[in-house]
């Protein structure tokens, strides 16, 4: 092969990766979109709706729709149904073909961001997985979080690379000579996983990416000791009540 072949071989094959790899990107953010369709539709019928359960086959990759449940009433109570997908007569029927057709488009590439969602729901002992559903406003929801722990949080420098949204830093106000106080983050790991979902999917989602994160221009180092990078975004958080 000569040096020009080769050369435009090397040319096309990166060419082909970054396709694969918008491709990818775009099929996440689909995921993600149709994610959120499901849940303005589901909680238009339903405001209460917290999980939509369902079987999973993964022989097939193929789901049956099971019906929408609410919020647990205690951390060892079960997740009260609001809508059984066997009730033919019940006010959401009519929305089940299309909400299985949709769960399963969200969850059907492999590698989809919705499956961050999902968890075997411990209350049944058969196939029977809960999705939850995302939070009308995933900042505010990521504000609220942040501050039980970080009372005085403004923002949260967060990481878009391997870990998909992970924290690196929780912004506090500023010090007394006028620079940003930043400390790490101080919160359980159910909090934890519950911050980094939504983060991910915030940068994941285009729309979600240039609406809620500012670009740092490398003045974050973080204090983890890894380096800077254009995934490292400043995430302001949202007042709260």
Not at 24 to 46: F, M, N, W
Not at 127 to 155: F, G
Not at 171 to 200: F, Q
């Amino acid at each position: 092969m000569t040096p020009a072949k080769a050369d435009q071989l090397a040319i096309l094959a990166q060419q082909r990766d970054d396709l694969h790899a918008e491709r990818r990107r775009i099929e996440k953010a689909y995921a993600l979109a149709v994610l959120d369709h499901v849940a303005g539709y589901v909680r238009a019928v339903i405001p209460e709706a917290v999980y939509v359960t369902f079987a999973y086959y993964g022989n097939t990759r193929t789901l049956d729709l099971r019906g929408v449940l609410g919020a647990q009433s205690s951390p060892l109570g079960a997740c009260p149904w609001l809508w059984d997908s066997s009730d033919e007569d019940d006010r959401f029927a009519h929305h089940s073909a299309g909400l299985e057709a949709d769960l399963q488009e969200a969850l059907a590439p492999y590698d989809s961001p919705a499956w961050a969602t999902v968890s075997r729901n411990s209350a049944s002992d058969g196939n029977s997985w809960l999705l939850e559903l995302p939070p009308p406003d995933r900042a505010a929801r990521i504000a609220e979080l942040v501050r039980m722990h970080h009372p005085e949080a403004t923002a949260v420098v967060v990481d878009g690379r391997s870990a998909g949204g992970r924290v690196l830093e929780v912004v506090e106000g500023v010090t007394e000579d006028g620079s940003e106080a930043r400390a790490r983050s101080r919160w359980p790991r159910e909090c934890d996983d519950a911050i980094t979902r939504l983060v991910a999917q915030i940068f994941a989602l285009p729309v979600l990416a240039d609406r809620h994160l500012v670009p740092t221009y490398g003045v974050y180092a973080p204090c983890d000791g890894r380096g800077s990078s254009d995934l490292v975004r400043l995430l302001p958080l949202p007042p709260t009540a």
